[in-house]
């Protein structure tokens, strides 16, 4: 019964997040929650009529014991706002959900944990800053937060997967399914080596209002979040002013005046709404952590399949640095149309990353 009481909290028309804590702290449980009469409803600081007749009529009840039997036939972890395994951190916040849907590994309640945001039309400018940030994070024994979207975010995890970071994809959804679909199988080694969280039930479909309440638990969940590249309006400036008011650290990377995807970054830093990092060690000195001396550098080997003898080759020349097309095709004894040709197909499969001047970094 507790668990479908605590389903049904959150099922509760015209009663939120902190109307539905209000509630919690007055009745003590969500079960007696469900059995209290309209007089002992009326009690309750800011409960009006409406809402008192909302949870009286409600087949919440009813409905949250369908979805119960649901999300342990999906194996699903229930995270209430009273257990001691509910995010902390998020607790602090006055908006934060009531309940959350878990699948993974992580520790939620991480010492320290990074939330990293950015354009979904990420530049090979954003995806390098967002490399190296996450290569030297790998030190710190940090847990990364991102939203597995397009661009910033999943550059994000995938990285994180790379350096052996545990990183969780916060979804905009029910954990039943993934959006985009093309992140299918990042997504299913992030259950390994992190997790994904939501606060939808599942079947929940991926609506365009859900992502500002995604951001809210992006922004929550953190010590700090790092917006690496962003346009003048999105996301991500969305979930860095969720971040001040929450009185989370908030730090930016700037780009050039002239460049759409740093405009926001840029706006941030001028408004005194982040802080500026030049590089990413910028970030672990500002936020005074030492590095873990258990953590030794880690970099798996997390490629696609079908990759030919000489993209591994090229592959293994780029581990040590960034190089040229013409340093690379006389390393790798190979004429230039086809060395381009590997070159790019890497590129496709989010291998490497092309910089100005025909240089070419791993991702």
């Not at 860095?240 to 005046?257: K, L, Q």
């Not at 190089?323 to 190979?334: F, H, N, R, Y």
Request: charged share 20%; hydrophobic share 45%.
């Amino acid at each position: 019964m507790s668990l479908t009481c605590q389903i049904a909290l959150t099922l509760l028309k015209a009663i939120g997040p902190v109307t539905a804590k209000h509630l919690l702290s007055h009745f003590g449980t969500p079960e007696a929650i469900f059995a209290a009469t309209r007089a002992q409803l009326a009690e309750v600081e800011g409960l009006n009529v409406s809402k008192i007749t909302a949870i009286l009529q409600s087949d919440a009840l009813k409905l949250a014991a369908e979805h119960a039997d649901l999300l342990q036939e999906h194996q699903v972890k229930v995270l209430f706002y009273t257990d001691e395994n509910y995010p902390q951190r998020l607790k602090e916040c006055a908006d934060a959900p009531v309940l959350l849907y878990y699948k993974g590994t992580a520790d939620l309640n991480h010492p320290r944990i990074v939330s990293i945001v950015g354009s979904r039309r990420a530049t090979p400018y954003g995806k390098m800053l967002c490399q190296q940030l996450v290569a030297l994070l790998q030190h710190y024994d940090v847990l990364v937060v991102s939203g597995l979207a397009y661009g910033i975010d999943v550059s994000a995890h995938q990285q994180s997967l790379t350096y052996g970071i545990p990183t969780v994809g916060v979804l905009g959804h029910g954990l039943d399914r993934i959006y985009p679909a093309a992140h299918h199988q990042i997504a299913k080694k992030m259950l390994e080596q992190g997790g994904l969280l939501s606060e939808f039930l599942l079947n929940s479909t991926p609506e365009k209002g859900n992502f500002p309440k995604r951001n809210r638990i992006i922004a929550g969940l953190a010590d700090v979040v790092v917006v690496i590249e962003a346009a003048i309006k999105g996301g991500a400036l969305i979930t860095a002013g969720i971040a001040n008011s929450y009185h989370r650290e908030v730090y930016a990377f700037p780009g050039r005046t002239t460049d759409e995807y740093s405009e926001g970054c840029n706006f941030l830093i001028k408004t005194n709404r982040a802080g500026m990092i030049n590089e990413a060690k910028d970030l672990v000195y500002y936020m005074g952590w030492e590095a873990a001396e258990t953590v030794s550098p880690v970099l798996q080997e997390n490629l696609p399949c079908g990759l030919s003898g000489i993209e591994h080759v090229l592959i293994n020349l780029l581990k040590t640095a960034p190089q040229s097309i013409d340093e690379l095709g006389l390393k790798a004894d190979i004429q230039q149309g086809k060395l381009a040709l590997h070159l790019l197909n890497l590129e496709m499969k989010g291998v490497l990353i092309s910089l100005p001047g025909k240089i070419y970094q791993l991702i």
